[in-house]
């Protein structure tokens, strides 16, 4: 199943730097945990794929995706943050001009099955939990972004990608509420 959030930045802007790239990648893996913590579930599986524009054959080519297993399902957005751009960090080549980048949260399951590991370094999941709670009423009260991840970016500056949701689907594969009903 997918849940995620994919983005492609403007037709004459590309993105070099992979700071830029984890702004991007920081911004999808937010919006996806959210989507997760509105129907609630978790994922357990995390994939991040970048690539060029295969419309512009001057330039060199390059695509790559990987994924990472979490260590226990979660929908904290720092958690999958911090995996999805660990991937990043894995998968990422200088001097391309990347077009596209997105996260898949894969091992979707109801947030009620908990499995338990013994990390003693851990904060209690229910801070955490409080916490992802917390910065979703700021964002639904005030507006999305205004609480968000450092990774994310400077608040109030340009970005250079945006997520291309021209073509958005209704949420009907992930969402009870969505399915069609017939009379």
């Avoid at 790559?64 to 991937?87: E, F, G, K, V, Y």
């Avoid at 990422?92 to 001009?97: F, I, S, T």
Wanted: include cysteine.
């Amino acid at each position: 199943m997918f849940v995620g959030a994919g983005g492609r930045v403007g037709q004459c802007v590309v993105i070099t730097e992979r700071r830029k790239l984890q702004e991007a990648i920081t911004e999808f893996a937010c919006r996806a945990a959210e989507k997760l913590r509105k129907q609630n579930s978790h994922t357990g599986h995390i994939m991040v794929f970048i690539r060029t524009s295969p419309f512009r054959k001057q330039d060199p080519q390059y695509s790559r995706s990987a994924s990472t297993p979490l260590p226990s399902p979660t929908s904290d957005s720092a958690h999958i943050t911090q995996a999805a751009n660990a991937i990043l960090k894995h998968i990422y080549r200088p001097g391309y001009k990347y077009a596209k980048a997105g996260v898949m949260l894969m091992d979707l399951q109801p947030a009620t099955r908990q499995q338990l590991t013994l990390d003693l370094d851990a904060d209690m999941p229910e801070n955490r939990i409080r916490l992802m709670q917390a910065m979703d009423e700021v964002n639904q009260r005030y507006g999305r972004g205004t609480l968000k991840l450092a990774s994310a970016g400077a608040p109030r500056t340009r970005k250079l990608w945006a997520m291309k949701q021209d073509r958005l689907s209704s949420g009907f594969t992930t969402d009870w509420e969505g399915l069609a009903v017939v009379n």
